[in-house]
């Protein structure tokens, strides 16, 4: 059974940065997707960024050019590092992963984090 857990977030002023990391345990296929997902007050869950085993990345268009996904494959790893950060980045942050080929939203995962509190604020 596929497991994530996070570490990360927190309170940053806008313009700052801040690292999610997230490390999966469980794979049973080399075909698998990690991703970062966030949910701010009041909207859905969103795909944010996400990183499939072949190398391939995907990012929302609002992060675009602003945050950068990692893999570590040694250690299971992802780290997710966001830059540039504007209040409307604020939410709670959710890893999650999948086996397969997946599009980067929230259906097609199904092992989920806990979830981190990211605050963009002055």
């Known amino acids: 059974q596929l497991q994530v857990v996070e570490s990360g977030g927190g309170l940053v002023q806008p313009g700052g940065s801040l690292r999610l990391s997230c490390t999966a345990s469980g794979f049973t296929s080399d075909y698998y997707a990690i991703g970062w997902f966030r949910q701010a007050p009041g909207k859905e869950r969103e795909g944010v960024s996400c990183?499939?085993?072949?190398?391939?990345?995907y990012y929302a268009d609002s992060v675009k050019g602003r945050f950068n996904i990692s893999r570590d494959n040694a250690k299971n790893q992802v780290t997710l590092q966001m830059n540039r950060l504007k209040p409307e980045d604020t939410g709670v942050y959710y890893c999650?992963?999948?086996?397969?080929?997946?599009?980067?939203?929230?259906?097609?995962?199904?092992?989920w984090g806990q979830g981190t509190q990211v605050t963009v604020s002055s």
């Open positions: 999650a992963a999948t086996l397969g080929f997946r599009k980067c939203v929230p259906i097609d995962f199904d092992s």
């Open positions: 990183v499939y085993s072949g190398g391939a990345r």
